[in-house]
């Protein structure tokens, strides 16, 4: 019995002594604690509250735009579920890039599979890049990893970063994964490897871009055949959240068959405003305001309520 218990005892002290910190390392990510059986941990900021763009938490935070709307820092969660992004009542403008902000790179140098819309009975949430297994995959922006692990909800492998320009890129069904939670990326620096793991048929890489915990289109921002940002620009208004919403709204076909671009354009509900008056002075129909807005013909409009009229 004494045997057993020594042992026991030893194995106790042994196990205590192996993971023993040795030492400490500062580094841009944070501070390092080296163990002595050669492991490591990486201590957060406990006064990070997970903000890396105040002016536009701020904005976000306010009645004015319909909030407050959250902003959780969440290693263990994809997303809050407290946002709902189709309420708001103004325009947020967004810069993407710059030099506080850093450049813009492609995750992936692969070609579109699947885009943002309806697919098989559900909403497909972002754009797939098609890949082969073990190619890398790269951060969109500069920003901060907040979720590196393996996902229980379809991502498969899945990184998450939130960017200092206020937006989070998604990267799923990685083969493996090359980054942590709290480490600070760049833009093009590798955060995996690109693979088919989750709810995934065929290699490719699921990219999604969020804005407080809403999906979006990314082709709003990105031009996948350039392979570049179409505007350093982003102006977000609720029905950017609102799922169908896409940029081929913004293509006009003309008589020749051709199609041109046509700019979005909004108008500010006014007392006495009704949808068939808005829709004879912006020259569109009741139908198509009712399709860009997520609104039904019986819809109370509301004084102030921005409606996107093309």
Not at 22 to 47: A, F, H, V
Not at 211 to 236: G, Q, R, V
Not at 289 to 305: A, W
Request: hydrophobic share 35%; with cysteine.
């Amino acid at each position: 019995m004494k045997t057993i218990l020594f042992f026991l005892l030893t194995s106790l002290l042994g196990n205590l002594l192996a993971q023993r910190a040795i030492d400490t390392i500062d580094t841009k990510q944070g501070r390092m604690i080296i163990y002595s059986d050669q492991s490591w941990k990486l201590i957060q900021d406990s006064s990070f509250d997970g903000v890396l763009n105040p002016a536009i938490h701020e904005i976000m935070s306010s009645k004015e735009i319909g909030g407050p709307y959250v902003m959780k820092w969440d290693d263990n969660d994809c997303y809050s579920r407290a946002n709902d992004l189709t309420k708001m009542k103004d325009t947020v403008w967004l810069c993407l890039d710059g030099d506080s902000l850093g450049e813009f790179t492609m995750p992936i140098d692969g070609p579109v599979t699947s885009r943002y819309k309806y697919r098989n009975g559900k909403f497909h949430n972002g754009i797939d890049l098609d890949l082969v297994t073990g190619d890398t995959v790269v951060s969109a922006f500069d920003g901060v990893v907040r979720y590196a692990r393996k996902n229980s909800g379809g991502y498969g492998n899945l990184v998450i970063i939130r960017h200092y320009n206020g937006l989070e890129t998604y990267y799923a069904h990685l083969s493996k994964l090359l980054a942590f939670s709290g480490q600070k990326i760049k833009s093009g620096e590798v955060l995996g490897l690109g693979g088919n793991t989750g709810h995934s048929f065929g290699s490719h890489l699921h990219f999604e871009v969020r804005f407080y915990d809403s999906s979006m289109n990314p082709e709003e921002l990105i031009d996948f055949k350039k392979k570049e940002l179409k505007n350093t620009n982003l102006l977000l208004h609720k029905t950017m959240f609102r799922p169908g919403v896409t940029p081929s709204d913004q293509w006009k076909k003309k008589p020749n068959g051709s199609t041109e671009y046509v700019a979005k354009k909004y108008y500010k509900v006014r007392s006495g405003d009704t949808l068939s008056a808005i829709a004879e002075r912006n020259r569109t129909s009741v139908n198509t305001l009712c399709r860009l807005n997520g609104l039904r013909t019986t819809s109370i409009l509301q004084i102030g309520q921005n409606l996107r009229v093309k």
